[in-house]
């Protein structure tokens, strides 16, 4: 069973930058179309980007032109770059994944997809 565990969340300005990690154990995740989610205190859970196991990547419109998703499957491991970040970008921030969709939000609650326990991530004004 695929497990996925998050990093290199903390606390940056605005403007600043951060890069977060998300490492599989368990099995490959080299089929898997990867995801980053959010959840802001008090809101619903966000899809951030996704990377498909084709190589195809897309982003939500709040994140396009700042945030960078990759992913290493050699190491096993997904990526997501934050520049310019904002106060409106803190959350908690969250890796998911499936072999056979690329996840929606709603699919956490419905028990769908593998996800990791989270990261937080703040940005001061």
């Known amino acids: 069973q695929v497990q996925l565990v998050e990093s290199g969340g903390g606390s940056v300005q605005a403007g600043g930058s951060l890069s977060l990690s998300c490492s599989a154990t368990?099995?490959?995740?080299?089929?898997?179309?990867m995801g980053w989610f959010r959840q802001a205190p008090g809101k619903a859970l966000e899809k951030v980007a996704d990377?498909?196991?084709?190589?195809?990547?897309d982003y939500a419109h709040s994140v396009k032109g700042r945030f960078t998703i990759s992913r290493d499957n050699a190491k096993n491991t997904l990526y997501l770059q934050m520049n310019s970040l904002k106060p409106g970008d803190t959350a908690v921030y969250y890796c998911a994944g499936d072999r056979i969709t690329c996840l929606q939000a709603r699919d956490r609650e419905h028990g769908g997809g593998i996800w990791g326990q989270g990261t937080q991530v703040t940005v001061s004004s």
């Open positions: 990377s498909d196991a084709d190589g195809g990547f």
């Open positions: 368990g099995g490959s995740i080299r089929r898997y179309c």
